[in-house]
């Protein structure tokens, strides 16, 4: 397959995102957006108020002052349901960081799967989609513009749960979310780059990192702080003192582990194979089969390397502390 750009340029990707649903969304996005290693295209929300994700996005965006890069509010509902309107704010639990449009640059007007169909096809074999969220706008891109297929370097996915000593592997929640969507990325013709939410290796942030979001004095940061106040206190699962994680930052880890000679090289370790999955009654219930198999056309994410994921942890802190890059990367319309 398509391997990620070499070290000469940076690694041209559209982030597909549940923005606002938990708190990794906002760190990785914060992450790519001031990372040279990556061109950030265009980010595409999904799933419920998709509306309120793109004001979530465009809030970040233009305070790393990137607000040129196209940012759509996508597919409120899974397939083959459509975009009906949804109630506002509707799993979103961040939305204090831009409750309203006032001061936002404006959305992009194109439809989510049609911004990934035409970036494709402005440069094939080179665009790479990172999913983590519902797979709804990947899905959709494949089924109504079926040359995306073929024009994506590859479609990265954060959304398993399998690996090393894990029997039965499990649907991840960004795959349970639209299984007629996995289903549809998983028997098309595009490279499928599979990585499964809890891999070992890769951990999250600590409170003293926290902190140091807490008292950095950025814009950046600012809007940071807030998402973690308000992912602390909306969250069901989350309290005062909850500690954000960066399970998402594994789609980024394995663009940056194909770099050679890079710190990061090799930092998740593959395997081909093929994932299988199998779709319930009105798409509601859904199975992963994952298989090894030298001739298959997924490829697996198996392993990561420790010491490689506490690199990883420190350049995503660096990235996400440090005054914005606007312009270094810049993408344009």
């Not at 509010?73 to 349901?81: D, E, F, H, I, L």
């Not at 902190?211 to 950095?216: D, L, S």
């Not at 960066?246 to 890079?262: C, I, K, N, Y």
Request: charged letters at 20%; one cysteine or more.
């Amino acid at each position: 397959m398509n391997k990620p750009a070499g070290p000469s340029g940076p690694i041209p990707i559209i982030i597909d995102t549940d923005i606002g649903e938990d708190i990794d969304d906002i760190l990785v996005v914060a992450f790519a957006l001031n990372s040279p290693e990556f061109e950030v295209l265009a980010v595409t929300t999904v799933d419920c108020d998709t509306a309120a994700r793109s004001r979530i996005t465009r809030r970040v965006t233009a305070a790393y002052g990137r607000p040129e890069i196209p940012v759509v509010a996508g597919y409120t509902r899974s397939m083959p349901q459509g975009n009906p309107p949804v109630p506002p704010l509707d799993g979103v639990t961040q939305n204090e960081v831009a409750p309203t449009e006032a001061g936002l640059p404006p959305g992009s007007p194109l439809m989510a799967d049609e911004l990934i169909a035409k970036l494709a096809a402005e440069r094939p074999g080179e665009v790479y989609l990172l999913t983590i969220g519902s797979m709804t706008n990947a899905g959709m891109a494949l089924t109504r513009f079926p040359e995306t297929a073929k024009n994506l370097a590859a479609i990265v996915t954060n959304g398993g749960q399998f690996g090393p000593g894990r029997q039965t592997p499990g649907i991840g929640w960004n795959l349970r979310y639209d299984p007629v969507a996995v289903a549809a990325v998983a028997r098309s013709e595009a490279k499928w780059v599979l990585l499964p939410e809890g891999m070992a290796g890769l951990g999250g942030l600590t409170a003293e990192d926290v902190e140091k979001i807490r008292t950095r004095g950025l814009e950046t940061t600012d809007v940071i702080w807030l998402a973690i106040q308000e992912w602390r206190k909306n969250k069901r699962e989350c309290g005062p003192e909850s500690i954000p994680h960066v399970s998402d930052l594994r789609t980024f880890a394995w663009l940056l582990g194909g770099r050679p000679g890079g710190d990061l090289a090799g930092v998740i370790q593959t395997r081909p194979g093929r994932a299988y999955i199998t779709v319930g009654p009105r798409g509601t219930v859904a199975e992963l089969r994952v298989e090894p198999a030298d001739d298959g056309p997924h490829v697996l994410g198996w392993t990561a390397d420790a010491e490689k994921g506490a690199a990883l942890h420190d350049l995503c802190m660096e990235r996400i502390l440090a005054e914005p890059i606007a312009g270094k990367n810049s993408a344009g319309q």
